[in-house]
Nanobody, 127 residues
Framework: HVQLVESGGGSVQVGGSLRLSCEVS????????MGWFRQASGKEREGVAS????????YYADSVKGRFTISLDNAKVAVYLQLNSLKPEDTAMYYC?????????????????????WGQGTQVTVS
């Protein structure tokens, strides 16, 4: 049974930083793609960033490019999202997701349907 657990959310001032973590249990394969999505109140879920073990390639939505950084922990199945220069429009529930594949989908924008497992979310509030 695959489980994803996010942590690291919180309230921060404009211009501040946060580091989100997502640890995966129950998944023992070396190949996978991890993504971060967010959903603000009253809005659709938006793909923020992704990374895979196949090519080590990363993707960022235009809205976060240059401010957010996604990374993997090679010692375990875990993904991190460093959020810098935060803006009020970054306020949302952030979800991590696992795609059970060596590569992330090339479809843009990121699609929730391309991921197999989800965490419960961690709230980020910027004011």
């Amino acid at each position: 049974h695959v489980q994803l657990v996010e942590s690291g959310g919180g309230s921060v001032q404009v211009g501040g930083s946060l580091r989100l973590s997502c640890e995966v249990s129950g998944y023992s394969y070396r190949g996978y793609c991890m993504g971060w999505f967010r959903q603000a109140s009253g809005k659709e879920r938006e793909g923020v960033a992704s990374i895979d073990t196949g090519r080590g390639s990363t993707y960022y939505a235009d809205s976060v490019k240059g401010r957010f950084t996604i990374s993997l922990d090679n010692a375990k199945v875990a993904v991190y999202l460093q959020l810098n220069s935060l803006k009020p429009e970054d306020t949302a529930m952030y979800y991590c997701a696992l795609r059970r594949s060596l590569y992330c989908s090339a479809r843009r924008p990121m699609r929730a349907a391309d991921f197999d497992d989800w965490g419960q979310g961690t709230q980020v509030t910027v004011s």
